[in-house]
Structures are given as C-alpha cells and as structure tokens.
T-cell receptor
Framework: GQNIDQPTEMTATEGAIVQINCTYQ??????LFWYQQHAGEAPTFLSY??LDGLEEKGRFSSFLSRSKGYSYLLLKELQMKDSASYLC??????????WGAGTKLIIKP | IAGITQAPTSQILAAGRRMTLRCTQD?????MYWYRQDLGLGLRLIHY???????GKGEVPDGYSVSRANTDDFPLTLASAVPSQTSVYFC??????????????FGPGTRLTVL
C-alpha cells in the first residue's frame, strides 16, 4: 500500500528553527509537495521537490532524498504566524497526490 | 472572482437528504478534485476530473457523484447523506502554466454535518 508518515505534532519556540520530517512509500514518484494549513482554512502551497537536494524559499526550505523516500521542511526564524499544520504529499505513478495526515506545529513565545 | 470558490460555507443536513456542494474556478485549470478532510486522517480524494467531460474515482468515492460539464464547475453530489459523510470538503484545481507541475490550489472548504 501507499503510505506517508509525518509526526503528529511538534512544538518550537519563536525565533528558533524546526525541521518537519516526512517519509513515504508510494507506487512511483513524480514529485513531493509541502502545504501549509492554518486551522479552519484551506491548504496553501509551500514547496515542490522532484530532484534530490535542497530547495530554499525565504525562511522555508525543503529537502528531498528519493533513494531514502525522505523529505523534510525546514522553517527558520519561527514566527507566531507559522503555527499551522504542515502537509506532505507525494505525486504517485498515476499522478495522484497521496497525502500525509499532517504535522501540527505549535509555536511558543 | 479569482481562484476557487465553494458553496455553501457550511451546512447541517438531515440523513437521507440529497445535497450538492458547488465548486467554481476561474483559472482555466484543466484538472479538478474533491477531497474530504477528517481529523487525523489527512486529505482523501473522493473524485477527480482531468479535463471537462471526464471524471474518475478516487480513494473514497462511495456515496458521492460528480459531473464536469465545463472547465469551470465541478459539483459534488451526495445522493442520500449519511452521518459518516460529516466532514470538511475541499475542492482543488491544477494545471496553471508556469508553476510546478500538478500543484493543486484549494477552495476555502465546505463544513458539512449530517445528523
């Protein structure tokens, strides 16, 4: 079967750095997405990785290792507004997105 | 409008009633999707449409139907609602030229409660 694993919840301090991990086992791979979802709102696109390595976009970076079935989202200089759920999703061989259950990130002052 | 809109925002429905959730996008995206999101389970695909006139079944299609008569609209119908269909429903679309391939953009969601 297809499976995406992420930690259920993480806590971090304002101004710090946090890394959210995602491991996947899917039938094929055509890219990995990270989305941010604030409580009661829709998911919004953060990043896309299809090749191994690090993609940096401001305070957010996303890393992919296809051989290990592993990705992480790195958030730097955390702000209170970063409190949200972070969803990892993999595009499988049928070009369907397989979603993880999401990681709820709590930022403390 | 710009993006994806969904209606209604929320609805309380008696079991056994028929309900259509509406979704409209103005980005000329080819592909559209319906998901349900339940606590602890993540987003699950109900139905999808790769282009106007075609539809396909996702992971959890039972009890739901869709149509795609044109590019912009993708309604989701519950023929006879049951309490297990209580969920938050998101419509999404993809296909914008210039963005990462297959990036999906989401509507604001419909919160449905079936009693």
């Amino acid at each position: 079967g297809q499976n995406i694993d992420q930690p259920t919840e993480m806590t971090a301090t304002e101004g710090a750095i946090v890394q959210i991990n995602c491991t996947y086992q899917t039938s094929g791979f055509n890219g990995l997405f990270w989305y941010q979802q604030h409580a009661g709102e829709a998911p919004t696109f953060l990043s896309y990785n299809v090749l191994d390595g690090l993609e940096e976009k401001g305070r957010f970076s996303s890393f992919l290792s296809r051989s290990k079935g592993y990705s992480y989202l790195l958030l730097k200089e955390l702000q209170m507004k970063d409190s949200a759920s972070y969803l990892c999703a993999v595009l499988d061989s049928n070009y369907q997105l397989i979603w993880g259950a999401g990681t709820k990130l709590i930022i403390k002052p | 409008i710009a993006g994806i809109t969904q209606a209604p925002t929320s609805q309380i429905l008696a079991a056994g009633r028929r309900m259509t959730l509406r979704c409209t996008q103005d980005m000329r995206h080819n592909a559209m999707y319906w998901y349900r999101q339940d606590l602890g389970l993540g987003l699950r695909l109900i139905h999808y449409s790769n282009t106007a006139g075609t539809t396909g079944k996702g992971e959890v299609p039972d009890g739901y139907s869709v149509s795609r008569a044109n590019t912009d609209d993708f309604p989701l119908t519950l023929a006879s609602a049951v309490p297990s269909q209580t969920s938050v429903y998101f419509c999404a679309s993809s296909g914008e030229a210039g963005g990462p391939a297959d990036t999906q953009y989401f509507g604001p969601g419909t919160r449905l409660t079936v009693l």
